[in-house]
């Protein structure tokens, strides 16, 4: 089952965040894991917000330590149009064993110094 955790990310600043996995106090190995997270208005919207993975960058995994970082530049955030949406963080596994480990909703909070 996914833990929630709801994000707040401000417009026109870099944005990171650290999760670290664990099962009963120790860290998961997720070595050789790719990690995808998509912002969406709903659950149900067709059209993706954001889009953070390994693949473009904005995720990077530290598998023997467990970690799963964020980094999205202000850059890219002042360029967000959007107030609140859903996500969802999906891990796939060297042998294509896809997990959801977190989900909860964003809120983007504007920018006001430009």
């Known amino acids: 089952m996914a833990g929630g955790y709801n994000f707040v990310i401000s417009a026109g600043a870099d944005f990171a ?10 860290v998961i190995d997720i070595t050789g894991y790719t990690a995808q997270m998509q912002i969406r208005a709903t659950t149900e919207a067709t059209t993706t917000l954001a889009d953070y993975s390994t693949d473009n960058g904005k995720l990077a995994i530290n598998g023997p330590l467990g970690t799963i970082t964020f980094a999205v530049s ?14 969802d963080l999906v891990l796939t596994s060297a042998g294509g064993v896809k997990s959801r480990i977190l989900m909860g909703s964003v809120q983007v909070s504007p920018d006001v110094t430009r």
């Not at 670290?20 to 120790?26: E, P, R």
């Not at 202000?74 to 996500?87: L, P, S």
Request: glycine share 12%; hydrophobic share 20%; charged share 25%.
């Open 17 to 26: 965040d650290q999760l670290t996995l664990k099962q009963n106090g120790s």
């Open 74 to 87: 202000d850059t890219e955030t002042a360029g967000y149009t959007f107030e609140r949406g859903v996500y």
